[in-house]
């Protein structure tokens, strides 16, 4: 053999050889290989995931059935590294004969065929949480569901057969076990140790019975951490997103915390759409094509697409040279492109967007307000857009001032933070664990509590949390805080991979500071602020199956950005007038300080009444700073004078900093004047006398 042919002289295997390795790969056990493109790729977001899987399910699934959810989650630790999750709502329940293809196959729903907005969408999520569960802690998936107050519920154990993608039911003799309806019922379920969650609290104190509903439980080797991607974050952020629910949450600590819901008006409900034929590529095309084969092709184009009118459909064959009367069966591949690419070419009208339901101005708004702390809010709902056929919107709330998440900390929820952590330095933990704080919040903090930034959380002494907890109240962190993003999708927060999501994308390129904030190029604004934003679509294109960053469509990136740009705009008209009225309240606080002393003066050399002076000179200081009397309203609209400041709709403004001003009648008489002290010398410097 030549040296460089590429051929050796024996070969190593043959393709006969090679051949008997080939064969079928199970949709389980490719999963099961890779857990991580599903969200269980650590056992702390292994938790999360679980817990966000059967939540999203039953928020889905209860208001498909028009019923306003209450939703039930517990997390208890069974042994160390292992937690069980129990996820129950008050929705239709399941049929008896769906529970184990449901939660025993990988591949299975009601959501992936249809175009319609929905939290699930490719009928993986439950069976996947389910699959991890069983390969990390050996437990079955537990399942108990109740369709009707008279009928019976079931109670299923299921585990996955990997290799063949089916599930098998491992009690009641591999069929599961019907509790019956009533009070026999509710004292098996005691008896047996089933657990079932009998009763709806109310609010106001009363409660309901539950008579349909779901639960699922799941053991998985897991961490529970507080903070960041958090479960704890993940239930606060869908209460942002729905204010419609109640979520009853125990954490793995026992303690107990409601989240009551903050309307009773259920969201709208999404229609379900065709594809819209500038959404579909050419294979799909054929494949559509060849599943019908009964139909001419006009008949085909307008039964299987949205907006196709039978002009549209007529024009669509003409231009691909072909009739609206041949079947489909006739369709070879050349028809098919040329149908393809008259249907691109083609002028039809964006599909109806009633499809996708919108969280609302309003809601937003309200949401926001609950949960984030803060003086001024915007938010903005856009009308629907088109990406690849699927329609969309994109919504977008904004937060700005109240105190950052460090000054509410008590010292036990510092030393549990402290507790759970793995990050090796003090920096990396203030980082990773509080909302907002950059690298030069934490620097801040250290400095503050005299501790070094490569000391290990683990090894502080009482004296040096104590220090911190100091600091982590006192310290500012306004200035270094970064902007607080929050991502949902259809409603469901999105909590991993934002350096990859179109929307934190998004957020980093705006240019913040012309509307008031501090940003260094490339990067998230600092200050006070959060931003809250919303995809909602029929089919939100997510960048992996863990569905955790939404990918970069040109038509999303433009909305996001328009919407961006909407409450930016807002915030900066807040900002200017702010700091305008305390520029001029600034420069009023000047001019009385000086006024009774001028007056004096005046008196001093002419004799004239210093009252009198002291009263024309305040009513010019009164005219010279009049914008620092402007008010304005939780709308953002001033109320005390006839100024230009409109912040339009969208807005409301809860501690009206624009208030704190001095009041000129308040304000140091010619007497007091002259007993001016030090002390308010000193409160003058600060600006404190603003707050009178
Ligand atoms: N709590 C529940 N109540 C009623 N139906 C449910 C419930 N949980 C799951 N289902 C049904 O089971 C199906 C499969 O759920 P699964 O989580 O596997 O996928 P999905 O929600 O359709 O999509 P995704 O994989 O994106 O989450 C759902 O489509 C729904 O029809």
Same mark, same amino acid.
């Given at each position: 053999m030549a040296a460089g042919t590429s051929t050796p002289k024996t070969r190593r295997s043959t393709a006969e050889a090679m051949a008997k390795g080939q064969r079928d790969i199970s949709v389980s056990e490719f999963f099961a290989k890779n857990k991580h493109l599903l969200g269980f790729d650590n056992p702390r977001k292994s938790l999360l995931t679980t817990v966000k899987e059967a939540v999203d399910n039953s928020l889905d699934a209860c208001e498909e059935a028009g019923i306003l959810p209450v939703i039930w989650v517990q997390l208890e630790p069974t042994q160390s590294g292992r937690y069980r999750v129990s996820i129950q709502d008050n929705g239709p329940g399941i049929v008896k004969k769906q529970i184990p293809l449901i939660f025993g196959k990988l591949l299975y729903g009601s959501?992936?065929?249809?175009?319609?907005?929905?939290?699930?969408?490719?009928?993986?999520?439950?069976?996947?949480?389910?699959?991890?569960?069983?390969?990390?802690?050996?437990?079955?998936?537990?399942?108990?569901?109740?369709?009707?107050?008279r009928k019976p519920a079931h109670?299923?154990?299921?585990?996955?057969?990997?290799?063949?993608?089916?599930?098998?039911?491992?009690?009641?003799?591999?069929?599961? +076990?019907?509790?019956? =309806? *009533?009070?026999?019922? %509710?004292?098996?379920?005691? &008896?047996? !140790?089933?657990?079932?969650?009998?009763?709806?609290?109310?609010?106001?104190?009363?409660?309901?019975d539950v008579t349909h509903g779901t639960r699922v439980t799941i053991e998985l080797a897991a961490i529970y951490k507080k903070g960041r991607g958090s479960v704890d974050e993940y239930i606060e952020q869908t209460a942002i997103a729905n204010p419609h629910i109640t979520v009853?949450?125990?954490?793995?600590?026992?303690?107990?915390?409601?989240?009551?819901?903050?309307?009773?008006?259920l969201p709208a409900e999404a229609k379900e759409i065709k594809p819209h034929p500038y959404g579909v590529e050419l294979g799909h095309l054929m494949a559509m094509m060849s599943a019908d084969s009964v139909n001419t092709?006009?008949?085909?184009?307008?039964?299987?697409?949205?907006?196709?009118?039978?002009?549209?459909?007529?024009? +669509?064959?003409?231009? =691909? *040279?072909?009739?609206? %009367?041949?079947?489909?069966? &006739?369709? !070879?591949?050349?028809?098919?492109?040329?149908?393809?690419?008259?249907?691109?070419?083609?002028?039809?009208?964006?599909?109806?967007?009633?499809?996708?339901?919108?969280i609302g101005q309003g809601l937003l708004l309200k949401g926001i307000s609950t949960v984030v702390p803060g003086e001024f809010y915007a938010a903005s709902s856009r009308p629907p857009a088109v990406y690849r056929g699927n329609?969309?919107?994109?919504?977008?709330a904004l937060a700005y001032g109240g105190g950052p998440q460090t000054h509410a900390i008590t010292r036990d929820e510092m030393n549990e933070l402290i507790g759970q952590t793995d990050a090796r330095t003090l920096r990396r933990f203030l980082m990773d664990t509080f909302n907002g704080v950059g690298s030069d919040g934490a620097d801040k903090i250290m400095k503050q509590a005299g501790l070094k930034t490569r000391k290990s959380p683990a090894n502080l002494t009482t004296k040096e949390r104590l220090a911190l907890?100091?600091?982590?109240?006192?310290?500012s962190i306004s200035e270094g805080q970064s902007m607080q993003v929050m991502r949902f999708a259809n409603r469901v927060p999105l909590q991993f991979q934002a350096g990859a999501c179109a929307i934190t994308q998004a957020v980093m390129s705006m240019n913040w500071r012309s509307y008031g904030l501090t940003q260094s190029r490339g990067n998230l604004p600092n200050g006070p602020v959060s931003v809250m934003v919303h995809v909602a679509s029929v089919w939100v294109p997510f960048t992996s199956e863990s569905k955790e960053a939404v990918a970069n469509y040109p038509e999303i990136e433009k909305e996001l950005r328009l919407s961006l740009q909407f409450v930016g705009r807002k915030l900066g008209m807040f900002l200017r007038r702010r700091q305008r009225v305390k520029q001029e309240g600034e420069r009023r606080s000047v001019f009385l300080r000086y006024l009774g002393e001028v007056a004096q003066a005046v008196h001093g050399?002419?004799?004239?009444?210093?009252?009198?002076?002291?009263?024309?000179?305040l009513e010019v200081a009164k005219k010279k700073t009049a914008e620092a009397d402007v008010v304005l309203d939780e709308r953002g609209k001033v109320i005390q004078d006839e100024s230009e400041l409109d912040l339009g709709e969208g807005v409301l403004i809860v501690d009206n900093a624009a208030k704190t001003v001095p009041a000129v009648d308040a304000a140091v008489k010619p007497a007091a004047a002259e007993e001016e002290t030090a002390e308010e010398d000193e409160a003058v410097e600060q600006g404190d006398l603003f707050d009178a």
């Open positions: 959501k992936f065929h249809r175009l319609r907005m929905s939290r699930g969408q490719q009928g993986i999520g439950i069976s996947a949480a389910g699959m991890n569960g069983m390969l990390t802690s050996g437990q079955p998936v537990k399942i108990v569901s109740k369709v009707s107050v109670y299923f154990e299921l585990q996955i057969d990997t290799k063949k993608n089916q599930p098998e039911i491992i009690n009641g003799k591999g069929d599961g +076990i019907d509790i019956p =309806a *009533g009070e026999k019922g %509710r004292q098996y379920i005691e &008896k047996a !140790g089933i657990a079932w969650e009998t009763v709806i609290p109310q609010e106001d104190g009363t409660s309901e009853h949450y125990i954490d793995p600590d026992g303690a107990k915390r409601s989240y009551w819901r903050s309307t009773t008006e092709v006009g008949q085909f184009l307008q039964s299987s697409f949205s907006c196709v009118t039978p002009a549209v459909a007529r024009r +669509i064959c003409e231009a =691909a *040279g072909i009739s609206s %009367r041949v079947t489909t069966k &006739k369709i !070879g591949r050349d028809e098919a492109d040329k149908v393809f690419h008259a249907m691109q070419e083609a002028n039809i009208r964006p599909p109806a967007t009633d499809c996708v339901v919108p329609p969309f919107i994109i919504e977008v907890h100091d600091a982590l109240q006192n310290v050399m002419n004799g004239c009444n210093t009252q009198e002076v002291y009263d024309n000179l």
